[in-house]
């Protein structure tokens, strides 16, 4: 078992319990199909109170790891894939970086009407409320025709903003409608971001695996970067990142706190809060990426790194792309202090987001439909990933690891043996199957043993058969 | 009178002719009421045929500087403006740009309601095809209502880039569909083209003067500026231009050779001819915003220097955004051989651009629409431009020069004695009315003594009394 928890530690009580009883499972001290300590036995071994040993076991339950059985307590769940081992720790040094061919080429062959496509990190067209956006958006497009075709304001819509701004408490944040700059979707934000604090030839830190997205954002900006291992289960490595940050000089840290792309994972509170201060403290500033926030499998909405902002050194980024419309390209930041330069850089490189998706998308949120659509898009999320893990845990070769998502829609599996990612990719195209390669995740071109496997689409027996087909060649190439 | 006409030099024949009357009107060689030399008469003296003097003739007819009498010939109009000096050369040495501050404090000014918007080159609502391209918006968004939310391509909406190829062709450019980028208005345009050609730190030639803008964006980007001389009537002075680029190395050179903003004028054929085949044999990329191009007064649409490109060396760039839906944020460039790494750049930064918009515009332009509108639209212009001239050269002091148009919407207007035109924006926007002073249009702030006038806003009393006000100002401050 591992250690007892600690008041002082990174995580919060309940954290640390939930943790260990991952651990146990994932070094295999507890098998599918066992029961798990009962609550009163943890609560005195940890020498914590049975509610928390509570909140930890139905934390763990919602998430697919335990089951509970009626008057006999939680159980280690029967069909249980294995979660990605620890990522082993690098020295992390500013490193050019050179991703955006092979992205282009990936993206190139993933467009393929012909092709299930597993690659892509983009929500369902099934999963996105497409007639009732469709009806607002023309609603406000006839009462609001001139504002609809008309510039607004640099900084966005005002209704736009103080939607957000509303939203923004349910992320533990105290935004003002000012705090709150509207972009042409989160990309826009980071690359907003990335130019007002760094210029090319800086460095950056980013988490090892990085989202490639980002990789070629600052491929494109000329940025280095700093690669930080990063834990699905706790996120940043805080301690590998303050050692870069001695002996790097970097002009930002980028992280995915919240169902990182393509960990899956949570960060937990406790560290967000570390991370915040630590940066703060060093003045260096935190771009965060929230786009998969919203998409939380557990009850609550999770914090984000911003809530522990006090000041205001931490630029927060989501947008509405992975829940409502991604081609309405309506992104919003909170750049804390580096407000007015965002929006001088914004304003001289792209002039304003669209008015006419702003007041959509605005109109969508005052009348609670994105709410409703949360709940139910959460639920279908939350499923399609379990299926997607238990196929690719059936028909995936033996030693296979896949992650264990607190939220989004992605997996990040490791193959076992020698199997390399991009032959994998390579020969699943071939099939008529797009995943993504793990050497996309990575300025060192890491993780080549690893693929990401979207679990974005509706889940159908093509779906099915497409994982069950790229797991057949993963055996037959092993 | 001017010197006669040369069939080796920079403009063709009517050109020249046109020119050389318009010399003999801004020296006081005719004077308004005056007689022009008869049709017989002007093609004796410059060896030239009937039909060139007519053509010249004509076209200054349609820009409201001759008048046709019956069985009398040709007068100088009796209302008349002076324009502006040809300005003086000066050795183009690169500058860094510091604008953006003014510029910031200017546009918020600009933005308030009770304010009269003479400062700003925004298409009037008022002259924008608003109920017409909502219903089209509406329509489309009800047929390809899926299309509408999901991503485009990276290169934009199919049936966007075969009308935007279309067009191209009235410029006299032969583009594929393949050869367009959808961007976010042209100003991303701009900033894509920009970036693809040059880093921080590099010097770009720009036009003096130059929509501050563009000089915005070079300063966003921590580029250089080397300003040359531009002329009204026949545009980037190419001799300064080569002497400049021999002198320092520059990256790229912006133009804007369709209906200068602020100067109105149009560069001769010839010389863009000339334009694009110097950069070509230099191999420096020539950027060419035609943002105006659509707005001529003369019934011919003018070719873009582009249509010269015989290389892929011209990125020319441009929107709908004077002419149709300024909020739609619709924009496109022709990148030439720069189309690979401009795709790559603008998917990295931006990612696309609003689907739903993009079949809105490409909807309305398929019905036949926006040439109807185009139509009606240059000709209030004209008579925009034409009275707030006269309105001009009644209130404002002896003495001020204004430009003469060729197309779009802005005027420049030259302050006569030591009135300074940043002193003038402040009185005038004390009185509620916004105008642009002329050193936001140079980086090293040369043009102390102009400003710029919209005559965007349709003609009306309050638009009259605005101009009338701060003519007063400005008699009142000399």
């Known amino acids: 078992m591992g250690a007892t928890v600690s008041r002082s530690a990174d995580a919060f009580l309940y954290e640390q319990v939930e943790r260990q009883v991952r651990e146990m499972i994932d070094t295999g001290v507890l098998k599918p199909g066992d029961r798990v300590p ?36 939680y159980y280690v769940r029967r069909r249980q894939a294995a979660t990605v081992p620890r990522p082993v720790s690098q020295p ?25 496509s597993l690659g892509l990190a983009n929500p369902s067209p099934e999963l996105l409320p497409v007639k009732a956006l469709t009806r607002a958006m023309i609603r406000v497009a006839g009462r609001r025709r001139l504002a609809s075709v008309r510039y607004s304001m640099p900084e966005g819509v005002g209704e736009l903003r103080r939607q957000i ?56 900006l000329g940025l280095l970067a700093v690669e930080v291992r990063t834990d699905p289960d706790t996120g940043l490595d805080l301690d590998a990142l303050d050692r870069a940050l001695d002996r790097v000089p970097v002009k930002a840290v980028i992280t995915v706190p919240n169902f990182h792309n393509p960990l899956g994972g949570l960060m937990p509170e406790a560290r967000k809060q570390r991370l915040v201060a630590m940066l703060a403290a060093r003045r260096i500033p935190l771009i965060e990426d929230d786009v998969y926030g ?51 850089l914004r304003r001289a490189l792209s002039g304003t987001t669209a008015s006419l998706t702003q007041l959509a998308v605005s109109e969508f949120l005052a009348t609670g439909a ?54 994998l990719f390579h020969a ?11 050497t996309l995740f990575s300025a060192t071109r890491r993780f080549r043993s690893y693929v990401r496997i979207s679990a974005g689409l509706p889940w159908s027996e093509r779906v099915e058969q497409a994982i069950a087909s790229v797991g057949e060649l993963a055996r037959s190439m092993t």
Chains 1, 2 share one sequence.
């Open 38 to 73: 009962s609550l009163r036995r943890m609560s005195r071994h940890n020498r914590v109170s049975i509610a928390t040993v509570t909140q930890a076991y139905l934390a763990l339950e919602r998430k697919g790891l335990l089951e509970a059985r009626e008057k006999s307590g």
């Open 92 to 116: 992390g040094t500013a490193r050019r970086v050179q991703v955006g061919d092979v992205v282009e080429t990936i993206l190139g062959a993933v467009h393929r009407p012909d092709v299930v």
């Open 165 to 220: 701004a509303y939203r923004g408490h349910g992320m533990g944040c105290a935004l003002a409608p000012e705090d709150v700059l509207v972009t042409s979707g989160a990309t826009e934000g980071l690359a907003t971001a990335l130019q007002v604090v760094a210029r090319s030839g800086d460095a950056v830190a980013v988490e090892s695996p990085c989202y490639f997205q980002i990789l070629r954002l600052i491929e494109s």
């Open 294 to 344: 919203d998409l939380h499998f557990d009850d609550l909405r999770p914090r984000v790194a911003k809530a522990f902002d006090e000041t205001g050194n931490v630029i927060l980024c989501s947008s509405f792309s992975k829940t409502l419309a991604p081609g309405y390209r309506v992104g919003w930041m909170a750049p804390g202090r580096y407000l007015r330069p965002a929006v001088t």
């Open 370 to 423: 994105y709410d409703r659509t949360l709940r139910s898009v959460r639920r279908t999320y939350a499923d399609q990933v379990e299926r997607a893990r238990y196929a690719i845990a059936e028909h995936f070769p033996e030693g296979t690891r896949v992650s264990r998502p607190a939220g989004g829609f992605v997996l990040w599996v490791e193959l076992p043996g020698n199997l390399e990612g991009e032959a």
């Open 428 to 438: 699943a195209l071939a099939r008529g199957v797009s995943i993504t390669p793990g």
